[in-house]
């Protein structure tokens, strides 16, 4: 199994450039997520979706765009980086939840780690 | 206040010791609990869900405190590879706008 892929790993962007970050996971998992984690920031949530055409802002959405046109896929898009957007990005993937649980737990993707210059 | 805090340590611990970490949250209708270990510059990875009758996992328990709002994590006989930032999550039941804490850092020391 797969688990959650994202690419690229690296990025380096110029300010203003745009960008897709890809996440799929091949799991079957209704809810996927975005995060960010700067140092000493523990993770940050972007935007999530809880199933196809389904999503919703986290703590931190300025500057980001998602769309959910499949269970599998969760591209997130920077719009016009900034250097406040260097970060390390995590899409992360879970089942629903039942009898009471919110989910099972999510599977994160390795990461990218993006440089805006 | 915060949704999810934790100490962030780091707490230096001798092989073999036993060590305990708390996490408190602020949502009392939060209904799933979790436990995650990242390594650095790795990603989370989901070390055991949280019951409410408490759970363990080899070396590890978890104990769920509704009253008191919190869980907790004891690692016995610790390990050199048990050095990592353990990271708590709570939310309530079908809210998947997760909340992760800013995680508690364990250096176990020879």
């Known amino acids: 199994n797969a688990g959650v892929t994202q690419t690229p790993k690296f990025q380096v962007l110029k300010t203003g450039q745009s960008m897709t970050l890809q996440c799929a996971q091949d799991m079957n998992h209704e809810y996927m997520s975005w995060y960010r984690q700067d140092p000493g920031m523990g993770l940050r949530l972007i935007h999530y979706s809880v199933g196809a055409g389904i999503t919703d802002q986290g703590e931190v959405p300025n500057g980001y765009n998602v769309s959910r046109s499949t269970t599998e896929d969760f591209p997130l898009r920077l719009l016009s980086a900034a250097p406040s957007q260097t970060s390390v990005y995590f899409c992360?993937?879970?089942?629903?939840?039942?009898?009471?649980?919110?989910?099972?737990?999510?599977?994160f993707g390795s990461g990218t780690r993006l440089t805006v210059v | 206040r915060k949704e999810v805090e934790q100490d962030p340590g780091p707490f230096n611990v001798p092989e073999g010791a036993t060590v305990a970490f708390n996490c408190t949250y602020s949502n009392s209708a939060s209904q799933s609990f979790f436990w995650y270990r990242q390594d650095c510059r790795k990603e989370p990875k989901l070390l055991m869900s949280v019951y409410s009758s408490g759970n363990e996992d080899g070396r590890f328990t978890a104990q769920l405190n509704r009253a008191s709002q919190y869980i907790s994590l004891l690692i016995r006989d610790s390990k050199l590879s048990d050095s990592a930032t353990y990271l708590c999550?709570?939310?309530?039941?079908?809210?998947?706008?997760?909340?992760f804490g800013t995680g508690t850092k364990l250096q176990v020391i020879p």
């Open positions: 992360a993937s879970s089942s629903a939840g039942t009898g009471g649980r919110a989910n099972y737990g999510y599977t």
């Open positions: 999550v709570v939310n309530p039941w079908g809210y998947q706008k997760v909340t």
